[in-house]
């Protein structure tokens, strides 16, 4: 799916989007106006998305992976469920569900819900069980997904260690998508929005982070309490890490400079190998074309839509924000994840008293990972987003989900209860 297409009803951030000519090759002055106004358009106020990733473990103790025909035998029965989301499979073989955009959060939540229930009970027809964890428990298994985008990926990210195989295979997460500004608000929206999501990162991802024993084997990682937050602190950090907003410079120009300085992960042709030129960012294909890549010709608008999907910021602009730092959860607490970002990007004095307490921590991405709420100001800042999340929920008519949102905060983040308690082991 192509970047703007993620966001058909919104409206570009300034003046309409010029579209290079599909097929043609793209200049850099072309690249540097199209990303500013497709990636960062204004939507409906409330419109949020949910994506959820599971580890796919046969249902018997100890656990174990699935077989690979009895994993592919489970892939195709839950593409043929009725399903309302859109299903995908993740390189390692984990499953994902997306739902379409809803109106509000508590029907984005409705959506996925019944389709979780669904694909939940498929696996169990299959003896297998769905696992909420940010990395797997068991050893890496084979990559599962053979199409050239992951072999590529895989051959890039093992030019510097094994945590590239482990984020493919291993990992899941819950990505909650919102708007990225709100149509006819004042023009800084945009820039809070973006401001508050970074600034409530990482305490918010230490809160929903999930210790694993998965066997470390690249020493990058060791360290680290939290192994999904780990990876994308030392995975590459030229693409994971997110652009820097420079003195005087826009947030959507920066955005657009960190996606042309980003290395090229794969370079897409026909019946060949993806495989990128080491050390070729997007920017330097696109002055030196056929001399920078000489069997595949000069970049196009398809190259550069294709290049920012091989980006993972913590959080990543396509017409919408992208808030990818929170690890896929046990039990019911999917729901906890989804409903903080919204809920604060909804309420303005929570969303000040969320910023409040993470001041302090709020570029503490390495700590947080690190340490994860171990260390006392990373705790303290998550118990404030989670508070102020749900007092804005039981503010906007869901008590419900406030209720949950405490009892997480005091049940699990807090006192840290493992994902292996009785009630948590059913994603549902």
Not at 162 to 169: C, D, I, P, V
Request: aromatic fraction near 6%.
């Amino acid at each position: 799916m192509s970047v703007e297409d993620l966001a058909p009803e919104a409206g570009p951030a300034d003046g309409p989007v010029k579209h290079p000519h599909p097929g043609q090759p793209l200049t850099e002055s072309d690249a540097e106006g199209w990303i500013p106004r497709t990636c960062f358009k204004h939507g409906p106020p409330r419109r949020v998305g949910i994506e959820l990733e599971f580890q796919v473990h046969r249902d018997v103790d100890p656990p174990e992976h699935l077989a690979p025909d009895k994993l592919r035998r489970l892939h195709e029965d839950l593409r043929v469920q009725p399903l309302r989301s859109s299903f995908t499979v993740e390189p390692g073989g984990q499953v994902e569900l997306s739902s379409l955009p809803a109106d509000h959060l508590p029907a984005a939540i409705a959506d996925v819900e019944t389709d979780l229930a669904l694909i939940t009970e498929a696996a169990r027809r299959h003896g297998a069980r769905l696992v909420g964890t940010g990395i797997d428990d068991l050893p890496r298994p084979r990559r599962f997904l053979a199409e050239p985008r992951y072999a590529a990926m895989e051959e890039y990210f093992d030019r510097t260690g094994t945590a590239g195989r482990m984020m493919m295979r291993s990992s899941a997460s819950v990505q909650v998508n919102v708007e990225a500004a709100r149509t006819g608000a004042a023009p800084g929206d945009l820039e809070r929005r973006w401001d508050l999501l970074h600034a409530i990162g990482p305490a918010t991802a230490a809160a929903f982070g999930r210790p694993s024993r998965h066997p470390v084997d690249d020493p990058r990682l060791r360290g680290y309490r939290l192994l999904r937050q780990a990876i994308w602190r030392e995975l590459d950090p030229a693409r994971c890490h997110g652009p820097v907003v420079r003195p005087g410079e826009a947030l959507q120009d920066a955005y657009a400079r960190w996606v042309l300085d980003a290395p090229v992960l794969a370079v897409r042709r026909q019946g060949r190998p993806w495989t990128a030129p080491a050390g070729l960012t997007f920017r330097q294909w696109l002055r030196q074309g056929p001399r920078a890549v000489p069997d595949a010709g000069p970049p196009t608008v398809e190259d550069l839509k294709f290049h920012m999907t091989t980006l993972f910021p913590p959080v990543r602009a396509r017409g919408h924000f992208e808030v990818r730092y929170l690890d896929a959860q046990p039990g019911p607490w999917w729901r906890v994840a989804a409903a903080v970002a919204p809920a604060l990007l909804e309420d303005e004095a929570a969303a000040d008293e969320a910023l409040a307490a993470c001041e302090p921590v709020r570029q503490q991405w390495d700590l947080a990972a690190r340490a994860g709420l171990g260390d006392a100001r990373i705790g303290h800042a998550a118990r404030g987003v989670l508070t102020a999340a749900a007092y804005a929920l039981d503010r906007a008519g869901q008590p419900g989900l406030a209720a949950q949102t405490a009892e997480y905060l005091d049940r699990v983040a807090l006192r840290g209860a493992g994902p292996n308690a009785a009630e948590e082991e059913r994603p549902c």
